[in-house]
């Protein structure tokens, strides 16, 4: 087991619920119109699919703080990118309220957990030895 009993960043919590938000983005965007397939539908299969992306690549960074925080950011930037095509989708009636705000609400707790990393990196990081 490693640091704060996290064997890799399969374990975290915040890798979990960015997963299940891709695949749940990825199931509501099968029924978005043909003319968004290459448009918005991949826009945000994209950026939802980034953001546990970037949480792995930062799990791999975590000897160097900097980089560890400038992956979790991406991440982030990621996030807020698939809350920006989620209100586009709800916009054009793609998706409904209900659809759009449990969505919504799985993204928001992703962004205050990486907030929370970002914040805290010390707590993922390994310390430097001398």
């Known amino acids: 087991m490693g640091k704060n009993g996290y064997h890799g960043y399969k374990d975290l919590i915040v890798y979990k619920k ?5 695949i749940d983005i990825f199931k509501v965007t099968i029924n978005f119109p043909k003319e968004e397939r290459y448009s918005l539908t991949d826009q945000i299969r994209r950026s939802s699919r980034s953001i546990g992306a970037n949480i792995a690549e930062a799990w791999a960074k975590r000897i160097y703080v900097k980089s560890f ?5 991406d991440s982030m930037s990621e996030s807020l990118e698939t809350t920006h095509w989620l209100d586009e989708s709800l916009a054009l009636k793609y998706i409904n309220n209900e659809k759009h705000k449990n969505l919504d609400t799985t993204n928001i707790e992703i962004q205050k957990m990486l907030n929370s990393m970002i ?7 390994y310390k430097k030895t001398t």
């Not at 914040?119 to 990081?125: L, Q, S, V």
């Open 18 to 22: 960015a997963f299940e938000l891709s």
């Open 69 to 73: 925080i400038a992956k979790l950011i």
């Open 119 to 125: 914040k805290n990196p010390e707590k993922f990081c």
